[in-house]
C-alpha cells in the first residue's frame, strides 16, 4: 500500500451516529403488493394493499438526494450506503466496510411501515434483507442536526445506532444481541426458491 493510499483510507471514529434516512423494505414490499396482490387481498384488508403498492418511489426519494446534496457543504459526512437490494442489513455491511469501523445497531429503531412488517411477516421473510430504493445509512458526528434537516424536509429519519472502537457490527432487539453478517441475497430470493421447489 502506497502513502497515497493510507491517507484515503477512511476510518471513521468511534461515537459516531448511524443515520438511516428512509424506510426499509418499500420497493420490495410493492412489488410484493403487485406479483401477490390476489393472495394478500384475502388476508389483508383493500387500503394496506394500496399503500404497500405506492412504496418505493422516485418521490420518496428525492428529498433524500436534495439533503445529502446539501449536508455535504455543510458537515462531514464520512461514509454513507444506499439501501438497495438486499435491504438495510447489506447496505449496513457496506457502509462499515467503507469506514472500516465496527458499530451497534437498534433493531427497534430502523424506520419502517407497518404495511412492510404485516406483509413481511405473512410471508415469513426479513424485511430489513428486502429491497429498498431511495433510502440511506450514513455516519455522522451531527446524528441530531441531520435527522432534524431530514424530517424538515418530510423525510422519515432515525439515530439507529452508533460506532465504537471493537470491529464486531452488532444488531440489538429486545431479546437477543448478534452479529451483523454480510449476505448478498434478498429477501424476495426466498420466495422465488419457494415456489421453485414447489
Request: proline letters at 4%; aromatic letters at 8%.
Amino acid at each position: 500500500m502506497n502513502d497515497k493510499d493510507k491517507t484515503d483510507k477512511i476510518k471513521v471514529p468511534a461515537g459516531c451516529a448511524i443515520v438511516m434516512a428512509g424506510y426499509a423494505g418499500g420497493y420490495g414490499v410493492s412489488l410484493l403488493a403487485s406479483r401477490k396482490k390476489d393472495e394478500l387481498q384475502s388476508v389483508f384488508p383493500t387500503f394496506l394493499i394500496r399503500n404497500a403498492l405506492s412504496f418505493g418511489t422516485d418521490a420518496e426519494s428525492e428529498p433524500i438526494s436534495l439533503f445529502l446534496e446539501e449536508a455535504k457543504k455543510e458537515m462531514e459526512i464520512p461514509a454513507l450506503a444506499a439501501v438497495e437490494q438486499g435491504g438495510v442489513f447489506k447496505a449496513l455491511w457496506a457502509l462499515g466496510e467503507e469506514g472500516h469501523t465496527g458499530f451497534s445497531i437498534e433493531i427497534k429503531k430502523i424506520p419502517i411501515r407497518q404495511e412492510t412488517v404485516e406483509i413481511c411477516n405473512y410471508f415469513d421473510i426479513n424485511p430489513y434483507r428486502l429491497w429498498s430504493k431511495g433510502p440511506v445509512v450514513f455516519f455522522s458526528k451531527e446524528g441530531e442536526r441531520c435527522v432534524h434537516l431530514l424530517k424538515e424536509k418530510g423525510v422519515e429519519a432515525q439515530i439507529i445506532g452508533f460506532t465504537h472502537k471493537e470491529n464486531k457490527r452488532v444488531v440489538l432487539s429486545t431479546d437477543e444481541e448478534r452479529f451483523l453478517e454480510p449476505r448478498l441475497g434478498d429477501s424476495l430470493d426466498e420466495i422465488s426458491g419457494r415456489k421453485e421447489e414447489e
